[in-house]
């Protein structure tokens, strides 16, 4: 019986001992080769795609346009279904590779329509009066769509939860590499939409759509092998069931209490650790004295004991799940104001581009595509990351104290800030573009291009590019580290979301200033022709708008409470709780 327990206790010690091999830095090739190869493919199968429908496929403009805003609007939405299931049911892993599996059988399918005459109306003249897709053609296109949107899903939510998680939170000296990680993830994505940007975005204009979708699918191929080769080596949690089920017991609990009186002893509350363990590996979240409301759902009453009901009492640990969400709504609101800046890029920066001089010098034939100036705005990402990963965050840890050198909070301000400043400089150049444009006596002619180089516009592009170093990333710190531990690819897809509303606040925004500003003669401040129009007031509202945004940012940075974790592996060591950033 002896040798038995001792084999036993072998068998377990061997299987420890494995599981602490798997994760860490030697997984990081196979996960930096799946975003490399997916973004590689998403970007160049997107960027390019209005003129494809609208070339190859003959669809209005307003038509294609609507139809890839409502693609790229599912595929904003996905996320939360992809963190569901992964947090729910399947694990993030699995999540990634049926996604990404999803994601190639669109990319395929739409590939195949491309290279097949049968799939695509008769080529024209653009003088011809040119037949439009059939239905059936169309619904191979429509059903490709949808395929890869289903496909972003799980990607979108799961792939940086995952390699985040192949670092263990309890060692402090994988702790720090988690935070490179999500620089250098971040860097590794800059560069494929750099590479998709240009040399996809130029097979498809110059060599056909064939080849040009072809590289993409290809790409996204290597993903899903390169991904699935590192299986063996992955730390894989499992999933713990849905954490949308445990919030609203907690609110259904606490509801259902709302006329207890609040205990005076918090130790008095509901703890049961077994029943906790797996949505916890790394540690418990302990009480807080924020939204005391809901603690009522952890008060034990007298049929508790007799029958217990989880939605009828929750654990302190589920509480303060649901408190760790609502306390980090209001950041992720702060967030959507930045994306609404930056995708101005892509439409009013992209139409004063088009009215520059886009040559590279007077003597040169050559021109910059107007859509090719998000080039400054990737470039200046990837230097920026390049210098705070290796130059500042060495400075400012041995001024903080702290391994990632700026919390998240800071990091995300600074990127706020520098997206102010992007937007006061858009509106700048505008004014001086349109004074050129008096000089010239070219007001009346919005076809014609002004004297003036292209090159003023890089200032603004490349400071968006700067903030989003600061803010995307540090949104993604944020989400990762602050979210209950049980629903961080839930937290992932938030970040999604924050995209998402950001491109509809722009939207509005348009709408509401198209509206507002018409004066005689149908005249307004965003005219077809922009050197009659008042552009510049639209950049600098939307700089009011940021102004405001980063005061409601630092008073909630302020006062946020960091997730009170106590790891499992420190239990003596006391939990601090802290409101400043």
């Given at each position: 019986?002896?040798?038995e327990m001792?084999?036993?206790?072998?068998?377990?010690?061997?299987a420890?001992?494995?599981?602490k091999r798997k994760?860490?830095?030697?997984?990081?090739?196979f996960?930096?080769?799946?975003?490399?190869?997916?973004?590689?493919?998403?970007v160049?199968?997107?960027?390019n795609?209005?003129?494809y429908?609208t070339?190859?496929?003959?669809?209005?403009?307003?038509?294609?346009?609507?139809?890839?805003?409502n693609?790229g609007g599912?595929?904003?939405?996905?996320?939360?279904?992809?963190?569901?299931?992964?947090?729910a049911y399947?694990?993030?892993f699995?999540?990634?590779t049926?996604?990404?599996i999803?994601?190639q059988?669109g990319?395929?399918?739409?590939?195949?329509?491309?290279?097949?005459?049968?799939?695509?109306?008769?080529?024209?003249?653009?003088?011809?009066?040119?037949?439009?897709?059939?239905a059936?053609?169309l619904?191979?296109l429509?059903v490709?769509?949808?395929?890869?949107a289903l496909?972003?899903g799980?990607?979108?939510?799961?792939?940086?939860?995952?390699?985040?998680?192949?670092f263990?939170?309890?060692?402090?000296?994988?702790?720090?590499?988690?935070?490179?990680?999500?620089?250098?993830?971040?860097?590794?994505?800059g560069?494929?939409?750099?590479?998709?940007?240009?040399?996809?975005?130029?097979?498809?204009?110059n060599?056909?759509w064939?080849?040009g979708?072809g590289?993409?699918?290809?790409?996204?191929?290597?993903s899903?092998?390169?991904?699935?080769?590192?299986?063996?080596?992955?730390?894989r949690?499992?999933?713990s069931?849905s954490p949308?089920?445990?919030?609203?017991?907690?609110?259904?609990?606490?509801?259902?209490?709302?006329?207890?009186?609040m205990v005076?002893?918090p130790s008095?509350?509901?703890?049961n650790?077994e029943?906790?363990a797996p949505?916890?590996?790394?540690?418990?979240l302990?009480?807080?004295?924020?939204?005391?409301?809901?603690?009522?759902?952890a008060?034990?009453?007298?049929?508790?004991?007799?029958?217990?009901?989880?939605?009828r009492?929750?654990?302190?640990?589920?509480v303060?799940?649901?408190?760790?969400?609502?306390?980090?709504a209001?950041?992720?609101?702060?967030g959507?104001l930045?994306i609404?800046?930056?995708?101005?890029?892509n439409?009013f920066?992209?139409?004063?581009?088009?009215?520059m001089?886009?040559r590279?010098?007077p003597a040169?034939?050559?021109?910059?595509?107007p859509g090719?100036?998000?080039?400054?705005?990737?470039?200046?990402?990837?230097v920026?990351?390049?210098?705070y990963?290796?130059?500042?965050?060495p400075?400012?840890?041995?001024a903080?104290g702290?391994?990632r050198?700026i919390s998240?909070l800071?990091?995300?301000?600074?990127?706020?800030?520098?997206?102010?400043?992007?937007?006061?400089v858009a509106?700048?150049?505008?004014?001086?573009?349109k004074?050129?444009?008096?000089?010239?006596?070219?007001?009346?002619?919005p076809?014609a291009?002004v004297?003036?180089?292209?090159?003023?516009?890089v200032?603004?592009?490349?400071l968006?590019g700067?903030?989003e170093?600061?803010?995307?990333?540090?949104?993604?710190?944020?989400?990762?580290?602050?979210a209950?531990?049980?629903?961080?690819?839930?937290?992932?897809?938030?970040?999604?979301?924050?995209i998402?509303?950001?491109?509809?606040v722009s939207?509005?925004?348009?709408?509401?200033?198209?509206?507002?500003?018409?004066?005689?003669?149908?005249s307004?401040w965003?005219?077809d022709?922009?050197?009659?129009?008042?552009l510049?007031?639209?950049?600098?509202i939307i700089t009011?708008?940021q102004?405001?945004?980063?005061?409601?940012?630092?008073?909630?940075?302020?006062?946020?409470?960091?997730?009170p974790?106590q790891?499992?592996?420190?239990?003596e060591e006391?939990?601090?709780?802290s409101s400043?950033?």
């Amino acid at each position: 019986m002896s040798e038995e327990m001792e084999g036993g206790e072998q068998k377990g010690d061997h299987a420890l001992q494995d599981e602490k091999r798997k994760g860490g830095i030697r997984t990081m090739p196979f996960i930096f080769a799946n975003e490399i190869s997916e973004k590689l493919a998403v970007v160049g199968f997107q960027a390019n795609m209005i003129s494809y429908l609208t070339l190859q496929l003959h669809m209005p403009l307003a038509k294609a346009a609507t139809t890839l805003t409502n693609f790229g609007g599912t595929a904003s939405l996905t996320p939360l279904i992809g963190a569901f299931f992964a947090d729910a049911y399947i694990g993030r892993f699995w999540a990634v590779t049926i996604s990404s599996i999803i994601y190639q059988i669109g990319m395929v399918s739409l590939t195949v329509s491309a290279i097949m005459p049968q799939f695509r109306p008769a080529p024209c003249s653009p003088y011809q009066n040119c037949k439009e897709a059939s239905a059936w053609q169309l619904a191979v296109l429509y059903v490709s769509l949808l395929l890869t949107a289903l496909g972003a899903g799980g990607i979108r939510a799961c792939v940086v939860a995952f390699g985040a998680d192949q670092f263990d939170e309890s060692d402090p000296k994988e702790k720090t590499k988690t935070w490179n990680f999500f620089n250098w993830y971040y860097f590794c994505m800059g560069v494929s939409m750099l590479l998709a940007v240009t040399v996809v975005v130029y097979i498809q204009d110059n060599v056909g759509w064939g080849l040009g979708l072809g590289i993409p699918t290809l790409a996204m191929a290597i993903s899903v092998v390169s991904f699935v080769a590192g299986y063996r080596m992955y730390r894989r949690l499992e999933p713990s069931g849905s954490p949308f089920t445990r919030l609203a017991q907690v609110v259904v609990a606490a509801v259902r209490k709302r006329k207890l009186p609040m205990v005076s002893d918090p130790s008095c509350l509901y703890v049961n650790e077994e029943m906790d363990a797996p949505i916890s590996l790394s540690g418990k979240l302990v009480h807080t004295k924020q939204l005391r409301f809901l603690d009522k759902a952890a008060i034990i009453t007298e049929e508790d004991q007799r029958q217990p009901n989880s939605w009828r009492l929750s654990t302190v640990h589920r509480v303060e799940e649901l408190k760790s969400v609502i306390r980090m709504a209001p950041i992720w609101a702060a967030g959507i104001l930045v994306i609404t800046a930056s995708t101005q890029q892509n439409t009013f920066s992209l139409q004063q581009a088009r009215t520059m001089d886009r040559r590279f010098s007077p003597a040169s034939s050559f021109q910059i595509p107007p859509g090719s100036m998000t080039v400054f705005t990737m470039l200046a990402m990837l230097v920026t990351i390049t210098l705070y990963d290796r130059a500042l965050i060495p400075l400012a840890r041995r001024a903080t104290g702290l391994d990632r050198g700026i919390s998240f909070l800071h990091r995300m301000g600074i990127g706020f800030a520098i997206s102010t400043l992007a937007t006061l400089v858009a509106g700048l150049v505008e004014v001086r573009r349109k004074e050129a444009a008096a000089t010239a006596g070219l007001l009346d002619n919005p076809s014609a291009i002004v004297p003036i180089s292209v090159f003023w516009l890089v200032p603004q592009y490349a400071l968006h590019g700067a903030a989003e170093a600061f803010t995307s990333i540090g949104h993604l710190e944020f989400f990762y580290d602050q979210a209950p531990e049980s629903m961080r690819s839930t937290a992932t897809a938030l970040f999604w979301m924050s995209i998402s509303m950001g491109s509809y606040v722009s939207t509005m925004l348009v709408s509401v200033v198209h509206h507002y500003s018409a004066g005689p003669g149908g005249s307004n401040w965003l005219p077809d022709n922009l050197n009659r129009g008042r552009l510049e007031y639209f950049y600098w509202i939307i700089t009011l708008l940021q102004l405001l945004n980063l005061v409601y940012y630092a008073i909630c940075a302020k006062f946020y409470t960091y997730k009170p974790l106590q790891l499992r592996q420190r239990k003596e060591e006391a939990v601090e709780l802290s409101s400043k950033v």
